[in-house]
């Protein structure tokens, strides 16, 4: 089983729609959760961090879910900057490190 | 802001060549890693390193190995190149020590280089 699995898509949402994306995890104990923004033949990049209260940034609202293991992150008012593969990260008790979920591709289409 | 530099964007090696990709950050981090990324697959972990001298396998160390001589540089090293290690590579840094919290701030990565073997 996976560490953490996201649906690859692909979504097409015209601008202006809201889209939300989830991932789950497998390990109860995970401690840290993350979005990062990868652009076509870029590297990721940081999108932003998942706390357990949930967390917001303009656009953007990322939730966690403990008991069910999934964190979820929404878009809103999505423009056609947005268009890019989101990864959901997750980082595990022990260790410093990081598993990826294989990414979610969206197009924000005019 | 954490720079991570990766000294090729893209190379073409011949089957059976050693292959060194290097991996430097400026922001004395404790922690570097190297990851292949492929389409369908998602970013796989190859090895990383907590420490100078120090490093340990990821989940596919096989056909790779790695130097960390000094704290900023982590080399990626193809022993014999083969076909099937045609991948983009990743490096990334991350603040903190291994078991503690500072995993919160996630990882900075390299701009990554795309690797042909023929």
């Known amino acids: 089983r996976k560490e953490v699995e996201q649906d690859p898509g692909p979504f097409n949402v015209p601008e202006g729609a809201t889209v939300a994306f989830n991932c789950t995890y497998s390990?109860?104990?995970?401690?840290?959760f993350f979005w990062y923004r990868q652009d076509c033949r870029k590297e990721p990049k940081l999108l932003m961090s998942?706390?357990?209260s949930g967390n917001e940034d303009g656009r953007f609202t990322a939730q966690l879910n403990r008991a069910s293991q999934y964190i979820s992150l929404l878009i809103r008012d999505s423009k056609l900057s947005d268009s890019a593969t989101y990864l959901c990260?997750?980082?595990?008790?022990?260790?410093?490190?990081?598993?990826f979920g294989t990414g979610t591709s969206l197009t924000v289409i005019p | 802001d954490v720079k991570v530099t990766q000294s090729s964007r893209y190379l073409v090696k011949r089957t059976g060549e050693k292959v060194f990709l290097e991996c430097v950050q400026d922001?004395?981090?404790?922690?570097m890693f190297w990851y292949r990324q492929d389409p369908g697959l998602g970013l796989r972990l190859i090895y990383f390193s907590y420490d100078v001298k120090m490093k340990e396998k990821g989940d596919i160390p096989e056909g790779y190995s790695v130097s960390r001589e000094k704290k900023e540089r982590f080399s990626l090293i193809l022993e014999s190149a083969s076909t099937n290690q045609t991948s983009m590579y990743l490096c990334?840094?991350?603040?903190?020590?291994?078991?503690?919290?500072?995993?919160?701030?996630?990882?900075?990565f390299g701009s990554g280089t795309r690797l042909t073997v023929v």
């Open positions: 990334a840094s991350s603040l903190g020590r291994k078991g503690t919290a500072a995993s919160q701030y996630g990882y900075t």
């Open positions: 998942v706390y357990s």
């Open positions: 390990n109860s104990a995970s401690q840290s």
């Open positions: 922001m004395d981090h404790e922690n």
């Open positions: 990260v997750v980082n595990m008790v022990t260790g410093n490190q990081f598993y």
